[in-house]
Every structure is written in structure tokens, then in C-alpha cells.
């Protein structure tokens, strides 16, 4: 069936920007703190517990959830409100935010409720950290070609084989993973893929963190030997794990943190040029701005149809496309400008760093929520071209 994109204009309402302030407030203290620095996104250790904590106590977490499991019954709207100003800050959201973001969501639809009520306040408390466990060797983004194993046994599934760049697995408490528990058949690549809950302190798991060329350790290879996952950690419909995984991508795919990942370099540059920068310059960031203004009003219009409890895949997979062009592209862009800024800038050096740091990083984020040509699949598909 054939997609109507629909990309409503969205205002954000009072109330979100009230919260805005907040957030803003909140974020400064920490900085003038000394958690985070906002001009150092090239620093080592993203994970921050204790700030992870703090931003749970806010109330930033599980926001749309029922306040049976902890949540706040907020709007979507509000969260995005908090997701941006966090991305913009350079916020150390690694901990939290994945969980937060999706897996909360797929625990709130198909869990059983003894696993909720124990997980779910736990995310919303800022406690616990989840990974995404479905790329794999040799498969790159095509889900349909996973062969890591469940196979039936006394009392739930053994679990052999192998994910890869699986964000945060070397942190993460749970992985919500896509097993093969049947062949697909000829009419349909899409059957015989479940989705689990998983431990990942459960035995027969093994983490084999893979460095990038940035000098961090974010993506992960995680092996499985003879892991036991229990029958109750199965999610939903045996087998029919793809609808599952396509509503939760629309979380994922469409957020601000799609196309702000090296936001840094931009307003680096806006402070190196000062308020009167030459027409070149201005040009330049001018455009820049005009791009990022576009993206992020598609974006909220994502966040207002998951508010209406729609399910903006093909929205969504647009929204990711064009933000992963756009921020790998950016840094190439602020070098460019930057060429005509005077060396002498007060923050000329930190510029220069940020911009060392967001080239060497921008190929990676290709690999996050499924790679360009996927997601252009996606699009074609709902566009009824193929």
C-alpha cells in the first residue's frame, strides 16, 4: 500500500517552552558543575550515571509512559523539548537515552507485566542502559538476512550467534535483540525473526568492543554461545518480529538527535565569525541554518503524529535520511567557511578541534538506524515505487 507523507506544521506549545527553560537551567548548573563540557564532544567517557540519575529525578525520563511504571504521561512533544536541548548541550546521554527513547516502548507493548513493573520505573529512574542487538556480519542493515539462532528448549530459547555495531553493548544492563527462530519462506523474507529481552549478564554472552577511528569505543560485537534466554523474556508474536521492529525504527529514526550529532562545529563557527561576518560567511551559515531550521520542523511534525499514536515509518525514515546527509556534511561545510575566519578568533582553536573530531566521526553515523540505502528502500517502498 502506497504511503500519503503527510508533515503537518506542529507548533510547540507554552508548556514545552517553559520546559525548555528548565532544561536550559538545569544544564548550565551541571556545566558550571563540571559534569559535562558542551565545546568537548570528542571527550572519552559518554557514560554518566550519576547525571543519568539526575535527569530520571527531573522527570526527563520515560515522559509519555503511564505513571503506573514510573513515566509522567507528558506529551511527545515535551519529550522532544528535552531531546534537543540535551543534544545541543553535548549532554552525556549514552546511559539513558536509548532505553528512554526505545526500548521503554517496546517493554510497554509487549512485555509481561512482572517485567514492566521491575524494568520500566528502573529506566525512568535513570538506572539502567539498553542496547539495539539486530545488525550482523556480513548482513549489514538488511534485518531479513539475520542468522543468529533461538532454538527451542526446556523452559525458553538457546541463543547462538553474533551482533555488530551494536551502540552502548559494553555499558548496556539489557538488549532488545532480533532472533532467527524460523527459516524465512520464499513468499515472505520477513517471517521467522522474534524479538527478546535479554540479560547481558547472562552467561554465554561475550562483548568485543570495536574502536573508531576517533579513538572511542561505542559499537560493540556481541557474540552468543549457548545463551539461555527464559520463555518469558520473549517479546510479542513469535516469528513475526518485523512489524515490531519497523514501529519501534519510527522512534529511533526520527528524533532532533538524527541531524544534531555534530551541531557543535556550527554554532563553533558562529562564535568564531562574530556578528559581523563577511558575506561569504554569512552566505554560508545562512543556508546552513535555513536546512537545519526545515529538518527540525519535520522532525516535530514525527513527533506529533507518535503523539496522535500514529506510526510515521516512511515520515520517519525521511526525517533520518536527509539528517544523516546533513550532519555528515556539515563539518566539510564549517571547514570551508572557516577558511575566512581570522586565525586570531578567540575560540579559533576549539573550532579547529571540534572540526578534527566531527570529520573523523561523521562516516559512523551512517550505521546509526540503518544505513542510507535502507532507509531510501523504505522510502521507495511507502512511495509505491518498488
Not at 527459516?183 to 549478564?201: A, I
Not at 506510526?311 to 555528515?328: C, F, H, L, M, R
Request: hydrophobic residues 40%; glycine residues 8%.
Amino acid at each position: 500500500m502506497t504511503a500519503v507523507l503527510r508533515f503537518d506544521p506542529i507548533r510547540l506549545g507554552s508548556e514545552c517552552e517553559k520546559l525548555r527553560q528548565e532544561v536550559r537551567a538545569f544544564l548550565a548548573d551541571e556545566i558550571a558543575a563540571g559534569t559535562f563540557d558542551p565545546h568537548q564532544p570528542n571527550r572519552e567517557d559518554t557514560d554518566a550515571p550519576e547525571f543519568s540519575r539526575k535527569v530520571g529525578e527531573r522527570g526527563w525520563l520515560g515522559m509519555t509512559w503511564p505513571k503506573k511504571y514510573g513515566g509522567h504521561e507528558r506529551t511527545f512533544l515535551e519529550r522532544y523539548v528535552v531531546t534537543e536541548e540535551m543534544r545541543v548541550a553535548n549532554a552525556p546521554t549514552r546511559r539513558f537515552f536509548v532505553a528512554d527513547r526505545q526500548s521503554g516502548p517496546v517493554l510497554l507493548k509487549y512485555a509481561p507485566e512482572h517485567i514492566k513493573m521491575d524494568i520500566l520505573p528502573r529506566i525512568c529512574r535513570g538506572e539502567v542502559c539498553f542496547a539495539i542487538g539486530m545488525s550482523e556480519p556480513n548482513s549489514g542493515s538488511d534485518l531479513f538476512a539475520a542468522k543468529t539462532k533461538a532454538t527451542r528448549t526446556d523452559g525458553g530459547f538457546l541463543i547462538n550467534g553474533t551482533k555488530i555495531w551494536t551502540s552502548s553493548a559494553h555499558i548496556a544492563d539489557y538488549m532488545i535483540a532480533i532472533f532467527r527462530t524460523s527459516p524465512p519462506t520464499r513468499e515472505n523474507r520477513r517471517h521467522g525473526l522474534t524479538q527478546f529481552l535479554v540479560d547481558m549478564k547472562t552467561p554465554g554472552i561475550k562483548v568485543n568492543p570495536i574502536g573508531q577511528i576517533t579513538g572511542q569505543f561505542e559499537f560493540n560485537e556481541v557474540v552468543f554461545t549457548d545463551a539461555f534466554m527464559p520463555d518469558d523474556h520473549l517479546l510479542g508474536e513469535i516469528d513475526g518480529a518485523w512489524k515490531q521492529a519497523t514501529s519501534e525504527l519510527a522512534y529511533e529514526r526520527s528524533g532532533p538527535e538524527r541531524f544534531l550529532e555534530t551541531y557543535y562545529v556550527l554554532t563553533e563557527l558562529v562564535r568564531a565569525v562574530g556578528p559581523k561576518p563577511d558575506t561569504r560567511c554569512a552566505e554560508g551559515i545562512g543556508r546552513l541554518v535555513a536546512q537545519l531550521h526545515t529538518m527540525r520542523r519535520m522532525s516535530v511534525s514525527v513527533a506529533g503524529m507518535l503523539q496522535a499514536g500514529k506510526e510515521p515509518v516512511v515520515e520517519a525514515s525521511i526525517v533520518k535520511d536527509i539528517g544523516t546527509v546533513w550532519e555528515q556534511q556539515l563539518p566539510h561545510r564549517v571547514r570551508d567557511l572557516a577558511a575566512f575566519v581570522d586565525a586570531d578568533a578567540g575560540n579559533h582553536e576549539t573550532l579547529e578541534n571540534q572540526l578534527a573530531f566531527a570529520i573523523k566521526t561523521a562516516p559512523k553515523l551512517t550505521i546509526q538506524g540503518g544505513t542510507t540505502e535502507v532507509l531510501r528502500g523504505i522510502i521507495a517502498r511507502g512511495l509505491g515505487l518498488r
